[in-house]
């Protein structure tokens, strides 16, 4: 019941602390890349300005990807982020299962300063979309 009282008390701290934290928290999802949804990652890759890098397990990337997508596990990105180099140009959309991992990958990327978005919603969104998915190891 204490903390009834106190908010009721100083609701304007409280206010403040929540808008503090909302902009801290849209902040730090920003620096991983910002959301891209599914029908502007389809435009893009036609247009062929933009790569997909999938950032899922090598075993997960194998039991089904997006056609033209480079796996990446997001475990060995800082290892492997040479391999991007011939696609500074172009715009970098993370792939990963349903956003877990592809924002601290974005955040390593973004400091390299490659051009970051990340798949909305993920393979997740994909395929509940019933948008085409391959099988195999096509890097």
């Known amino acids: 019941m204490d903390i009834f009282i106190f908010a009721s008390e100083q609701w ?3 206010i403040t602390f929540l808008i503090l934290l909302y902009l ?3 902040t730090e999802r920003t620096k991983g890349g910002k959301p891209i949804p599914t029908a502007e990652v389809v435009s893009l890759m036609n247009a062929d300005t933009a790569i997909l890098v999938d950032v899922r397990a090598t075993a997960d990337f194998q039991a089904g990807h997006i056609h ?14 040479s391999e991007l180099e011939k696609h500074r140009d172009k715009l970098i959309v993370l792939v990963d299962q349903m956003g877990q991992h592809a924002g601290s990958t974005g955040k390593m990327l973004t400091k390299d300063n490659y051009n970051v978005r990340r798949l909305s919603g993920g393979m997740s969104e994909w395929q509940q979309q019933n948008m085409p998915v391959v099988q195999g190891q096509k890097n």
Request: overall charge positive; cysteine-free.
């Open 68 to 81: 033209g997508a480079i796996n990446i596990p997001h475990t060995k990105t800082a290892t492997r982020i």
């Open 12 to 14: 304007l701290l409280l």
């Open 24 to 26: 801290f928290m849209f």
